[in-house]
């Protein structure tokens, strides 16, 4: 770190080095000569320290040097992209506390859009899950402080604390005239991230609520645990990403070969293809349909994006958030570092995914379903004559109470059975309800070519 009582040529040294970053990160125009290039960083080196020197000596007040060189380099990464963090030593330290998941915290997942801090997604059974924030709220206030011109990295330390601990978010909500208020009570953050259940006989549901070590592995043992199924639905809702090498590894159980997605960054050296392999495939067949919206983001984008790139499934839902840049932390010395963003990823078309996010093939909207009422009278061509003193005689009969009994015993089994997502659900869940059905007339038209 550096020390308060810094000279003004150490000063200037520190500044020159950010100069030469600053100007590292600009693309040389076609028309700049080596020597021009060289002659533009020293005039850059010379303004730095300049203005460095004018503030040290005629600013109202003394400045104290290394929180100078503190706000200097948070402006510094903060004006790269929403991603790019410098972490001072708490900073780092809380970094290396949240990757080890020993910290009480709400469950969310937010990013820059527009300038705006925004929940990219909830994470499912989580405090703020539990208490309705959605995908795509923007949060305008953490208790009391306005959250314009902070940093990602400044809210998340806000929004982090002791569990059990309260705290109250203003959201600014699509569809609602005020802003929204919810109060949550913070707790330690256990991700339960794959969540596997049957719908019907035949279909197997999968939800993964991140892209954590164990994915994979998880995906892997649920399909094998279900030779039966015919077709999978993979729930990416409001899944924020995590680990590259888990998409990949989730896209390799169902592609056997070619590019899955590929990776690009300043320098030729640095682009990196991560293709299919055979050996790991385990169905290369079975009809997929995924979920997406607009909390579906990073590893998310990528699985469902690669998956519609080599037509192995149908997207259905909303378009999704559109993040994929690579992060990587840089440390600083023994206690500080940064977080900088080094390259985007690419799907298999070579379409990127940042700021662009992934369009499903088929838009449906959140919400249910409307069901038709049982107890409307439907009178087709042979209910006319005869059969209407039929009906009539079924609308005055009343069923019996075995009947009832038995209507009961089985909503309640389904209920109890937590592996079973029972038909009243889907139709609470439209994008659920329409993955199904399509699933189904996959399977059905998958059928249809194996027959001939």
């Known amino acids: 770190m550096i020390k308060k009582n810094n000279t003004f040529h150490m000063m200037g040294f520190i500044f020159t080095l950010l100069a030469g970053l600053v100007i590292s990160v600009s693309t040389l125009s076609a028309k700049e000569s080596p020597k021009q290039h060289k002659e533009s ?17 005629q600013y109202v007040d003394e400045v104290n040097t290394s929180a100078l060189v503190t706000k200097a380099l948070k402006g510094l990464m903060s004006n790269l992209d929403a991603h790019s963090v410098y972490m001072d030593a708490k900073s780092f330290n809380d970094l290396d506390v949240q990757t080890k998941g020993e910290f009480g915290g709400l469950g969310i997942v937010v990013g820059m859009r527009d300038g705006a801090l925004t929940v990219i997604a909830p994470i499912d059974d989580t405090p703020a899950d539990r208490a309705g924030v959605k995908a795509g709220d923007i949060i305008l206030k953490i208790d009391k402080q ?19 601990t309260p705290i109250e978010l203003t959201l600014i909500r699509k569809g609602e005239s005020k802003p929204v208020i919810v109060h949550i009570i913070r707790d330690i953050i256990k991700i339960e991230s794959v969540k596997v259940k049957t719908i019907g006989d035949d279909l197997l549901y999968i939800h993964i609520t991140s892209f954590d070590a164990k994915v994979t592995k998880e995906v892997k043992k649920a399909v094998t645990a279900h030779p039966k199924a015919k077709g999978i639905v993979l729930d990416l809702r409001n899944n924020p990403g995590g680990l590259l090498n888990q998409a990949i590894g989730l896209l390799d159980l169902f592609i056997d070969d070619g590019a899955l997605v590929s990776q690009k960054g300043r320098y030729k050296k640095d682009e990196s293809i991560f293709k299919a392999k055979k050996k790991n495939t385990i169905n290369r067949q079975i009809p997929i ?38 992060q990587v932390v840089i440390p600083i010395g023994q206690e500080e570092g940064i977080k900088l963003t080094v390259a985007r990823y690419y799907l298999p078309s070579g379409r990127t995914i940042q700021n662009k996010g992934v369009t499903p093939d088929i838009i449906v909207e959140s919400g249910t379903v409307k069901r038709e009422n049982n107890n409307t009278i439907s009178i087709k061509e042979k209910d006319l004559k005869k059969h209407l003193k039929l009906e009539l005689d079924k609308i005055d009969h009343k069923p019996s109470s075995a009947d009832t009994n038995s209507s009961d015993n089985n909503s ?33 038209t998958s059928h249809n070519k194996e027959a001939k």
């Open 289 to 326: 349909v995924v979920l997406v919206n607009g909390g579906s983001a990073s590893a998310s984008e990528i699985v469902s994006g690669a998956l519609q790139d080599r037509r192995r499934a149908i997207v259905v839902g909303k378009k999704t958030f559109g993040k994929g840049s690579v």
């Open 146 to 164: 306005a959250t314009i011109g902070m940093t990602i990295d400044e809210a998340v330390k806000l929004m982090r604390g002791k569990p059990k």
């Open 412 to 444: 309640s089994k389904n209920e109890e059975d937590k592996t079973v997502i029972p038909e009243e659900k889907l139709y609470q869940d439209a994008q659920l309800k329409s993955a199904t059905d399509i699933l189904k007339a996959l399977i059905i």
């Open 41 to 57: 960083k020293l005039d850059a080196y010379i303004k730095f320290t300049q203005i460095l020197n004018l503030v040290e000596n």
